[in-house]
């Protein structure tokens, strides 16, 4: 097992809510942070999130410390109290969020773990956070599941399809991203209400948006269709608009500034801002994640422990400390944060 913590999740969930009925402590916030951040949906249903409960339950306080403060070189394990899949990771301000299996959705912040009480039976895929964690979205099966300063609100999106991917923009519009097999999903927000994008036809059958990432111009997304092992890179401006269509199986996108980068099973491909050019991985990469730190420096994660470090036009393998699948990775600043099986956090500092 990864996790230096054994627990497993369910009973440490009970064990943190009969904490927090005891002692009644708030979680540690950020300089300046809303305490409303703490609010969450009540674990009223088993396999999908709800509305009932918005202003009851407070976040549950998990405390791992002590932290790993001096943050050594090279990658070492964050102990966590979760024993299921983490599908995704986002940093921001300093704190780091994680979202997973079994309705995890979660942030670390001075050596504590806080999850928030959504939906235990529920399927977190990603997440995207803005404005010091006063704007989260996170989406999963059917679902996106936001928090806008005061609370949570569930919003479902679709009857059968899993929106694997989310984004946020500093004027408040949101991307919600997925597939149910037979039709690519794209959601937007731009008020109260969320609308489904219409997609033109080259792109709306058969695949499935699996990641987002935002560059100068906005979002861009990655859509893959598993049959035909073909993936497309798509601009949303005013709309989708496609600029690049492949043969290679894709499955993670990162961006910084006009640069982007797509990655997956034996493949990574670089945009600088006028055209694509291949960055092949080493022989047999199954990657599954990616981040740009700048333009020529990033760091890719996938199966079995893979961890890559992009420098220039080239990638160096860099050890892990584990040998689980890693599924995301996300940074800020000098700290990179790596996520994956059997809730494994893996963190490096430069």
Known sequence: MP?????????????????????????????????????AIADSSDSTPADAGLDAPVEATIDQRPDVAACPRGWHVVPSPF?????D??????TVYVVGDAGVVAYHRAGAWHPYLLAKGFSYQGIYVRSTGSRILTVGWRFAVEFEGSGWKTNQLDSTGTLYAAWLD??????????????TLLYRRSGPDWSEVKLPSELGLGRTFVAIASDSQGPVLLARAESAATSMVVRYASGPDALLVTRHDLRG??????????????????????????TPPPTGSRLRGVWLANTHRGYAVGMAGLILRLD????????????????????????????????TVLRKCE
């Open 3 to 39: 996790n230096l913590h054994t627990t497993s999740y369910r009973y440490a969930l009970a064990l943190s809510l009969a904490l927090v009925a005891c002692q009644r402590a708030p979680a540690p916030q950020a300089d300046g942070a809303d305490d409303a951040r703490a609010d």
């Open 83 to 87: 024993d299921r899949d983490l599908r």
């Open 89 to 94: 990771v986002f940093v921001e301000a300093g």
């Open 170 to 183: 500093p004027s408040g519009t949101a991307l919600a991203a997925g597939g149910n097999g037979l039709r």
């Open 253 to 278: 996108i990162g961006a910084h500034s006009d640069h982007l980068i797509v990655v997956g099973d034996d493949a990574a491909l670089r945009y600088d801002g006028q055209r694509w050019h291949e």
């Open 312 to 343: 220039g036009a080239s990638w160096q393998r860099e050890q892990a400390p584990v040998s689980v699948d890693l599924l995301a990775v996300h940074g800020e600043g000098s700290q990179i944060y790596a996520v994956g099986a059997t809730g």
